[in-house]
């Protein structure tokens, strides 16, 4: 497939890398967020901060839907799966998160509980159809992209009269996020953690468009770039970022012009409106509670929102108290200044939300860098 | 008078339209007929036909290597192969990157109680093409049956022996710093082949399993004089937790070139598609080997004048590194490591 290697040449990398490292200032520090998790495991993966100078730190943001699911909210899965007898479709990362009592959905699933691995929310109505006389709920993850297709499924599943299938939702909503990181102390008041731009997810932007980055730009004064996630989209939009930061400009600009406009898909977000309406508040792994940051199933649709039809009631669970997710999600602090990463929180036994998938801060780290630690330490 | 009497009064097994039931396991004559009619009757030879509770073997020269494998592969036939044909391979492969040359077999089915009697015997069949390519023998063999929902249609154990010549030594722990590491083709074809049918991808050429048995590549390696150290075969897991166990094992880094790798376009697309990584799925017919500098370009040579080691090449070289950590430059110019899997990235695919 030509179409992937276009995207990830090395020359044009190197050429990009040179032009950032000619333009970049050596008077100051550039710290950019890259919001999503699936930039931050491009970066990881393809190793992008060798190729920045190294005034030029990236810092990943909360943007991986299964790190940023709470606890409480997978006990709500739990418990329908091992107390209610309900078949809990779910996104294949998500059984691996760590919930209450040392449990997890994959050990739920060993102690008996039905609990499927989905690709897609289709296949979640599927179940339903196939076993009319079991209640199927789909645990539904993830930010505005994964939005749209719940949807569809819990229209489709009123049109088809499917009495059996509802869905315990969880999406949430990416300005709020941002929001919330740049209404942070640390970030607002205190300085310590100077943000100087973002790069926003291109798949999200397809849906929502490029207007809602317009008031971070304004309000807060930062420059956002989308990027879409081949590592030479990042690259792209890094070297936007460095030239918005020296001309004093804070703007949304798009590098994925290839499908983003200012409105994105209008279709879509009536589509998700019809469905589904903000919640007051939702907690989030690692950021706490988030004013207007998720969304819920509307009254029309009650029926098929698992929440009401099992009278499920949520419980925040605290994290562990060493773990510094929330501080790594805001910039504040690295995977290393985790007094457990590596030792007690590792991947196959997360303890925070930022180890749970290859898309987490501390996961991608302890993957695919942790050999620079030793690297650092040696010299 | 006619005579009516006919041989062994017994119904002939009904292959094609039969399955297996409780009986087929219990003991008797069910069982009996199960095992003569369709295993004995593709797998048979002068050892498995000695009929006893053990096979009596001649010891050939040299050193005993054994190796055992369980599959339990889901889908039962994939693209490019099937349980019975992988079940051979994979323990004839364990058997040849000894060094060793792969003699017998032995197989354990269990079987699902209401699996088609055809279905099995298209598996016998082709474990007996495979073992015949392999130039192995199965001496003996176990049937049992379990209740339906018990099991998922079949599920195959070999062992297999080979022996191995006084002299030859290759083992994980032997990799040292300056050596060079050798894989004999594309990688990630075989867990790719699994998934696509699973998950009913469709491109516009199948991807096909590389299951194969690599006795012949390896034996024309180890025919080639060149000082093989380790060699491989990355099934699950694949590449990434082979070359971390070596490196573990021989307390040595390894410096992989992404761009060097062999991955099929077809095999990159789907795991953009599925977010998997090439060099974390199984293979079933590739082997990795790990060979002294001045070595590499004849041994490269000899894979490559062999059918299976058509797209072989070197991908990465040996080096001092305390914490063992297998790391690679990135086509794209970075570093990062390679890593363990964590969890399971593809479940039930050997
Ligand atoms: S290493 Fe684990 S516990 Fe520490 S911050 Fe990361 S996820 Fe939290």
């Given at each position: 497939?030509?179409?992937?290697?276009?995207?990830r040449?090395?020359?044009?990398?190197?050429?990009?890398?040179?032009?950032?490292?000619?333009?970049?200032?050596?008077?100051?520090?550039?710290?950019?967020?890259?919001?999503c998790?699936?930039?931050?495991?491009?970066?990881?993966?393809?190793?992008?901060?060798?190729l920045?100078?190294?005034?030029?730190?990236?810092?990943?943001?909360p943007?991986?839907?299964v790190?940023?699911?709470?606890?409480?909210?997978?006990?709500?899965?739990?418990?329908?799966?091992?107390?209610?007898?309900?078949?809990?479709?779910?996104?294949?990362?998500?059984?691996?998160?760590?919930?209450?009592?040392?449990?997890?959905?994959?050990?739920?699933?060993?102690?008996?509980?039905?609990?499927?691995?989905?690709?897609?929310?289709?296949?979640?109505?599927m179940?339903?159809?196939?076993?009319?006389?079991?209640e199927?709920v789909?645990?539904?993850?993830?930010?505005?992209?994964?939005?749209?297709?719940?949807?569809?499924?819990?229209q489709?599943?009123?049109?088809?009269?499917?009495?059996?299938?509802?869905?315990?939702?969880?999406?949430?909503?990416?300005?709020?996020?941002?929001?919330?990181?740049?209404?942070?102390?640390?970030?607002?008041?205190?300085?310590?953690?100077?943000?100087d731009?973002?790069?926003?997810?291109?798949?999200?932007?397809?849906?929502?468009?490029s207007?809602p980055?317009?008031?971070?730009?304004?309000?807060?004064?930062?420059?956002v770039?989308?990027?879409?996630?081949?590592?030479?989209?990042?690259?792209?939009?890094?070297?936007?970022?460095v030239?918005q930061?020296?001309?004093?400009?804070?703007?949304?600009?798009?590098?994925?012009?290839?499908?983003?406009?200012?409105?994105?898909?209008?279709?879509?977000?009536?589509?998700?409106?019809?469905v589904?309406?903000?919640?007051?508040?939702?907690?989030?792994?690692g950021?706490?509670?988030?004013?207007?940051?998720?969304?819920?199933?509307?009254?029309?649709y009650?029926?098929?929102?698992?929440?009401?039809?099992?009278?499920?009631?949520?419980?925040?669970?605290?994290?562990?108290?060493?773990?510094?997710?929330?501080?790594?999600?805001?910039?504040?602090k690295?995977?290393?200044?985790?007094?457990?990463?590596g030792?007690?929180?590792?991947?196959?036994?997360?303890?925070?939300?930022?180890?749970?998938?290859?898309?987490g801060?501390?996961?991608?780290h302890?993957?695919?860098?942790?050999?620079k630690?030793?690297?650092?330490?040696?010299? | 008078m006619?005579?009516?009497?006919?041989?062994?009064?017994?119904?002939?097994?009904d292959?094609?339209?039969?399955r297996?039931?409780?009986?087929?396991?219990?003991?008797?004559?069910?069982?009996?007929?199960?095992?003569?009619?369709?295993?004995?009757?593709?797998?048979?030879?002068?050892?498995?036909?000695?009929?006893?509770?053990?096979?009596c073997?001649?010891?050939g020269?040299?050193?005993?290597?054994?190796?055992?494998?369980?599959?339990?592969?889901?889908p039962?036939?994939?693209?490019?192969?099937?349980?019975?044909?992988?079940?051979?391979?994979?323990?004839?492969?364990?058997?040849?990157?000894?060094?060793a040359?792969?003699?017998?077999?032995?197989?354990?089915?269990?079987?699902?109680?209401?699996f088609?009697?055809?279905?099995?015997?298209?598996?016998?069949?082709?474990?007996?093409?495979?073992?015949?390519d392999?130039?192995?023998?199965?001496?003996?063999g176990?049937?049992?049956?379990?209740?339906?929902?018990?099991?998922?249609?079949?599920?195959?154990?070999?062992?297999?022996?080979?022996f191995?010549?006084?002299?030859?030594?290759?083992?994980?722990?032997?990799?040292?710093?300056?050596?060079?590491?050798?894989?004999?083709?594309?990688?990630?074809?075989?867990?790719v082949?699994?998934?696509?049918?699973?998950?009913?991808?469709?491109?516009?050429?199948?991807?096909?399993?590389?299951?194969?048995?690599l006795h012949?590549?390896?034996?024309?390696?180890?025919?080639?004089?060149?000082?093989?150290?380790?060699?491989?075969?990355?099934?699950?897991?694949?590449?990434?937790?082979?070359?971390?166990?070596?490196?573990?094992?021989?307390?040595?880094?390894?410096?992989?070139?992404?761009?060097?790798i062999?991955?099929?376009?077809?095999?990159?697309?789907a795991?953009?598609?599925?977010?998997?990584d090439?060099?974390?799925?199984?293979?079933?017919?590739?082997l990795?080997?790990?060979?002294?500098?001045?070595?590499?370009?004849?041994?490269?040579?000899?894979?490559?004048?062999?059918?299976?080691?058509?797209?072989?090449?070197?991908?990465?070289?040996?080096l001092?590194?305390?914490?063992?950590f297998?790391?690679?430059?990135t086509?794209?110019?970075?570093?990062?490591?390679?890593?363990?899997l964590s969890?399971?990235q593809?479940?039930?695919?050997?």
């Amino acid at each position: 497939m030509k179409y992937v290697d276009e995207y990830r040449d090395g020359e044009v990398a190197q050429g990009l890398a040179q032009a950032i490292a000619a333009e970049v200032r050596t008077d100051r520090r550039y710290n950019f967020m890259e919001f999503c998790g699936g930039h931050t495991h491009a970066i990881s993966r393809y190793g992008v901060p060798d190729l920045l100078p190294p005034n030029v730190r990236m810092i990943h943001g909360p943007g991986c839907p299964v790190c940023v699911l709470p606890i409480g909210r997978i006990d709500l899965a739990i418990q329908l799966a091992l107390e209610r007898g309900v078949i809990v479709c779910t996104y294949a990362d998500t059984v691996r998160v760590p919930a209450s009592g040392g449990l997890s959905l994959m050990k739920a699933k060993a102690r008996g509980g039905d609990i499927r691995m989905v690709y897609a929310v289709t296949d979640a109505l599927m179940i339903a159809r196939d076993n009319p006389d079991k209640e199927v709920v789909f645990f539904a993850i993830g930010f505005e992209t994964t939005t749209p297709p719940t949807a569809v499924a819990i229209q489709q599943a009123r049109a088809e009269g499917l009495k059996n299938f509802s869905v315990l939702c969880c999406h949430v909503l990416t300005p709020s996020a941002i929001m919330n990181i740049l209404e942070s102390p640390e970030v607002r008041e205190l300085g310590t953690v100077p943000l100087d731009g973002f790069i926003g997810p291109a798949h999200v932007s397809t849906v929502i468009g490029s207007r809602p980055y317009a008031y971070f730009a304004e309000e807060y004064r930062k420059p956002v770039v989308i990027a879409g996630f081949e590592p030479l989209d990042v690259m792209q939009a890094i070297l936007m970022l460095v030239r918005q930061v020296n001309e004093g400009r804070a703007e949304v600009e798009n590098e994925f012009t290839r499908a983003v406009t200012p409105e994105g898909n209008e279709k879509a977000q009536r589509l998700v409106s019809d469905v589904f309406e903000l919640r007051r508040s939702f907690e989030w792994r690692g950021l706490g509670e988030v004013p207007y940051s998720a969304l819920r199933i509307r009254d029309t649709y009650a029926d098929f929102d698992a929440e009401r039809r099992y009278g499920l009631e949520y419980w925040p669970v605290r994290d562990n108290k060493a773990c510094e997710c929330g501080a790594i999600l805001r910039g504040v602090k690295q995977p290393t200044d985790c007094k457990i990463f590596g030792t007690v929180c590792t991947p196959e036994t997360p303890m925070g939300s930022c180890m749970v998938s290859s898309e987490g801060a501390c996961a991608a780290h302890y993957t695919y860098g942790r050999y620079k630690d030793y690297e650092a330490s040696a010299t | 008078m006619t005579n009516h009497v006919k041989k062994g009064y017994a119904r002939p097994l009904d292959i094609t339209h039969g399955r297996v039931d409780m009986s087929h396991g219990g003991g008797g004559r069910a069982m009996v007929q199960l095992i003569t009619d369709l295993f004995a009757r593709h797998l048979s030879n002068e050892y498995l036909a000695q009929g006893n509770d053990g096979t009596c073997l001649p010891l050939g020269k040299g050193r005993l290597v054994l190796s055992t494998d369980s599959h339990v592969v889901s889908p039962l036939f994939f693209p490019g192969g099937d349980i019975g044909g992988l079940s051979v391979h994979g323990t004839v492969n364990d058997v040849a990157v000894m060094g060793a040359t792969p003699l017998y077999l032995t197989a354990g089915f269990i079987l699902e109680e209401g699996f088609p009697l055809a279905d099995l015997a298209r598996i016998v069949e082709s474990m007996a093409k495979a073992a015949n390519d392999a130039g192995v023998k199965l001496v003996a063999g176990d049937t049992k049956v379990v209740e339906q929902g018990k099991g998922d249609g079949v599920f195959i154990t070999t062992t297999g022996v080979g022996f191995l010549p006084d002299g030859v030594h290759l083992s994980g722990d032997l990799a040292r710093p300056g050596d060079l590491l050798l894989v004999s083709g594309s990688v990630g074809d075989h867990g790719v082949a699994i998934m696509s049918k699973r998950e009913n991808l469709s491109f516009d050429a199948p991807i096909l399993s590389d299951t194969a048995a690599l006795h012949g590549l390896t034996a024309a390696m180890m025919a080639s004089g060149a000082t093989i150290k380790v060699m491989r075969d990355p099934t699950r897991g694949g590449l990434a937790a082979t070359l971390n166990e070596i490196a573990h094992q021989s307390g040595v880094g390894i410096h992989l070139e992404e761009a060097a790798i062999p991955v099929k376009p077809e095999v990159e697309a789907a795991c953009e598609l599925l977010g998997l990584d090439p060099l974390n799925i199984a293979n079933e017919g590739k082997l990795i080997a790990v060979c002294a500098a001045e070595d590499a370009d004849r041994l490269l040579a000899v894979m490559r004048a062999h059918p299976l080691g058509r797209d072989a090449a070197v991908i990465g070289r040996v080096l001092e590194d305390a914490n063992a950590f297998v790391q690679m430059k990135t086509r794209f110019g970075g570093r990062r490591m390679v890593d363990w899997l964590s969890g399971e990235q593809l479940p039930r695919i050997c």
